[in-house]
Nanobody
Framework: QVQVVESGGGLVQAGGSLRLSCAAS????????MGWYRQPPGKQRELVAT???????NYADSVKGRFTISRDNAKKTVYLQMNSLKPEDTAVYYC??????????????WGQGTQVTVSS
């Protein structure tokens, strides 16, 4: 069993910063790509950023230059540093982890989501 827990969301004014964290735990043999997705109110879930186990990153165009994804493999944790936040960044942010488990299964795991609200 794998648990994925996000933290760090909250309310911030436009132009401000927040740092999200996501820790994976449980019967994890190895973690592959990890990432952040978000679901704005009334919209579909969308990719924000991903990072491979080797550190290669990918960002949505809307966050390039403002958000930075990083990970600590030893801690099984992925981070999202969000700077210059805009009201349109308001969403529930979800962490995604792709993991091999000790029972030889490979699948994606999702956190419960953390709310980020940016006021204008």
């Amino acid at each position: 069993q794998v648990q994925v827990v996000e933290s760090g969301g909250g309310l911030v004014q436009a132009g401000g910063s927040l740092r999200l964290s996501c820790a994976a735990s449980g019967s994890i043999l190895s973690l592959n790509a990890m990432g952040w997705y978000r679901q704005p109110p009334g919209k579909q879930r969308e990719l924000v950023a991903t990072i491979t186990s080797g550190g290669s990153t990918n960002y949505a165009d809307s966050v390039k230059g403002r958000f930075t994804i990083s990970r600590d493999n030893a801690k099984k944790t992925v981070y999202l540093q969000m700077n210059s936040l805009k009201p349109e960044d308001t969403a529930v942010y979800y962490c995604n982890c792709n993991a091999w488990t000790y029972d030889s299964n490979y699948r994606a795991y999702w956190g419960q989501g953390t709310q980020v609200t940016v006021s204008s």
